[in-house]
């Protein structure tokens, strides 16, 4: 969220053009596997242009039809979409031939972390299915009521399915990401609860620009050790040439 509709209008609309461009940087890659992942700047980008629609809702200028959809869609995505989402999209992307995920005990623990994220997700869509959402503007930000049913407990699930899934997929950039998500989280936590200035709107447009770098990395080249490391456009098209009297495989030093 932003601090007025004007603001996530305008972010809303940066985010998308990010993501945009990271899906067709994650197309080109030539590795579908990363498609999945590199559409979240999309999602969080249509969600700031529906909070736009709710900053209008409880400034009174919309129907209010209208803005309780707005309201509910807003909820639908910050709630069940994305703990379940997010975790699915970054075991989606560990699969691609090459990827560093290291020992099998990796790929159990991305499987679990989107297996903990549907069990998150189920009270939430039941939540928002069952009451009606509300929206108050509080000072320079919105304060959202849902009724959410024990929601430390399904808080912390929420932040170890989401930020948990990027720091232990295995990959240095997502890891990174996810990193930079939870420290710019708690930050932008801490602004909204004193109703200073709400910056998620600025932790969305992170995300997608380190995610536009992420998507377009060339495809990991196979290691001896059986993880990978994104392979040199050179050493993935075979062009490299080694000192002389060595030949330089691709993908091989």
């Known amino acids: 969220m932003c601090w007025s509709a004007q603001a996530d209008a305008v972010a809303g609309g940066v985010v998308v053009g990010l993501g945009v461009v990271c899906l067709v940087r994650a197309r080109r890659s030539g590795r579908p596997q990363r498609l999945p992942l590199a559409a979240l700047p999309l999602v969080l980008g249509a969600h700031q242009l529906i909070e736009a629609v709710v900053w209008l809702g409880t400034d009174g200028d919309l129907p209010a039809a209208l803005a309780d959809w707005a309201r509910t869609a807003w909820a639908a995505i910050a709630l069940p979409l994305l703990p379940l ?4 999209a970054v075991w989606c992307a560990s699969t691609e031939p090459g990827h560093p995920t290291g020992p099998a005990d990796r790929r159990r623990v991305s499987a679990g972390l989107t297996l903990l994220g549907t069990v998150v997700t189920v009270p939430l869509a039941i939540a928002v299915a069952a009451h009606p959402v509300m929206a108050t503007e509080h000072g320079h930000t919105l304060s959202y009521g849902i009724g959410v049913p024990h929601p430390a407990v399904l808080l912390a699930g929420y932040l170890l399915a989401t930020i948990g899934s990027l720091v232990t997929g295995g990959d240095r950039d997502l ?26 709107c600025a932790l969305a447009a992170l995300v997608s620009v380190l ?5 377009g990395r060339p495809p990991y080249a196979p290691t001896p050790g059986g993880t990978g490391r994104p392979s040199g456009a050179s050493r993935a098209r075979g062009t490299a040439a080694g000192p002389p009297g060595r030949s330089t495989a691709p993908g091989t030093r």
Do not use: E, K, M, N
Not at 85 to 88: D, E, G, H, L, R
């Open 85 to 88: 989402y997010v975790p699915a």
């Open 175 to 200: 890891r990174r990401l996810g990193i930079l998500t939870g420290l710019a989280a708690g930050l932008c936590a801490l602004l909204w609860r004193i109703a200073f200035l709400s910056t998620w």
């Open 211 to 215: 995610l536009v770098h992420w998507a």
